[in-house]
């Protein structure tokens, strides 16, 4: 189900599915995508609900929203606004990004926290690169970072609705505008993952050629308590390449807090 709510003054585009507890996701800088089998899956067991970040889809994008803090405190108005109670917070890519700067800020709503290779904090020395430069590279590069199988990514551009084209472009724009300086990152974040105070778990796809699971490894040894899995066969969007094992790790957890 498809429908817009109005957030602190922003009007959302939300999805959502099924019944249970409530799942949160948080797509990542690619955006939502229409075909959603990951969705189905967890919504077997899940209510599962995914906000389309301002700036993506049909969500509006105010001039005074413009840094990943006012993402964070925008998702904790929208499950203050709907009542969330123990819900899973979770998110890929950008979204686990946005997912951890609202778990170290107040977790009070959520009983866990779901990471699948999240963008968000530096790592590495100054002039190391943690995060590849996705806007530096070709569109096939890109693909064969960000899959373990580019084809199954592939789009074909030329079939798709002026519409559906436009929106694509509004959100790599909008991509740009909360993550390009400094570069998909809070130089600050990393020193407060140790505020996070509900169970963690990281999922990283074995193949990730945009963040590496030595990454994930240090997104775990700052998050207290945090356990972490990969997935075989999967690149930087799991829940995309193969969505019954993301599933099936993301109710594994769900089951155990």
């Known amino acids: 189900m498809s429908r817009h709510v109005t957030v602190s003054g922003v009007s959302l585009e939300i999805e959502e599915q099924g019944q249970g507890r409530p799942i949160l996701f948080l797509h990542p800088g690619?955006?939502?995508?229409?075909?959603?089998?990951?969705?189905?899956?967890?919504?077997r067991n899940h209510r599962v609900i995914a906000p389309v970040h301002p700036g993506f889809g049909g969500s509006a994008l105010p001039d005074w929203v413009g840094t990943v803090d006012d993402l964070a405190y925008l998702y904790l108005d929208l499950a203050q606004q709907l009542g969330l109670e123990g819900a899973v917070l979770a998110g890929n890519c950008f979204g686990g990004w946005i997912a951890a700067e609202m778990a170290v800020r107040n977790t009070a709503r959520f009983a866990g926290l779901l990471l699948a290779a999240p963008l968000g904090i530096k790592v590495g020395g100054v002039l190391e690169r943690d995060i590849t430069d996705m806007h530096a590279i070709g569109r096939s590069e890109f693909m064969r970072l960000a899959w373990a199988d580019p084809s199954k990514g592939e789009i074909d551009y030329t079939k798709l609705p002026d519409t559906e084209l436009a929106g694509i472009a509004r959100g790599r724009e909008a991509l740009c505008v909360f993550g390009w300086k400094p570069y998909m990152h809070n130089p600050r974040l990393k020193r407060w993952l140790h505020r996070i105070d509900v169970p963690?778990?990281?999922?990283?796809?074995e193949q990730d050629g945009i963040v590496s699971t030595a990454y994930g490894e240090a997104w775990k040894a700052e998050i207290p308590g945090a356990t972490m899995e990969t997935v075989p066969q999967a690149g930087h969007y799991p829940h995309w390449e193969q969505p019954e094992g993301f599933a099936a790790r993301v109710l594994a957890f769900t089951d155990r807090i």
């Open 200 to 205: 963690t778990h990281l999922i990283w796809g």
């Open 30 to 43: 690619e955006g939502l995508q229409a075909n959603r089998p990951w969705m189905d899956a967890l919504a």
